[in-house]
């Protein structure tokens, strides 16, 4: 199994901004879906951003949209995830997920390969 490996996660005040980033080391995904998820302290994992193999279509939870961006660079083998006027309700731990069955999912259960995960604290 390939891991993938979260980067760019920290503590950051309210209406601040942070970059996370995912890489495969191990392999590629440029025929993947990938897609970010985040879970907060007693909740459930949910659904953050997706993006298809090419980049060229993405989808976004209501909670984030207008306020992030994904992204991807086959050729790195990389994607990212740009997060802007967060909030404390952002906080939580943010995992990065690889797809190769579903082009736009937004469940985990979509996804076959996670990574580790990312700490995002953001201070009011």
């Known amino acids: 199994q390939v891991p993938l490996v979260e980067s760019g996660g920290g503590l950051v005040q309210a209406g601040g901004s942070l970059r996370l980033s995912c890489a495969a080391p191990g392999g590629t995904f440029s025929t993947a879906s990938m897609g970010w998820f985040r879970q907060a302290p007693g909740k459930e994992r949910e659904f953050v951003a997706v993006i298809n193999w090419s980049g060229g279509s993405t989808y976004y939870a209501d909670s984030v949209k207008g306020r992030s961006t994904i992204s991807r660079d086959n050729a790195e083998n990389t994607v990212d995830l740009q997060m802007n006027s967060l909030k404390p309700a952002d906080t939580a731990v943010y995992y990065c997920?690889?797809?190769?069955?579903?082009?736009?999912?937004?469940?985990?259960?979509?996804?076959?390969?996670w990574g580790q995960g990312t700490q995002v604290t953001v201070s009011s």
């Open positions: 997920a690889a797809s190769q069955r579903y082009g736009l999912g937004y469940r985990a259960s979509q996804y076959d390969y």
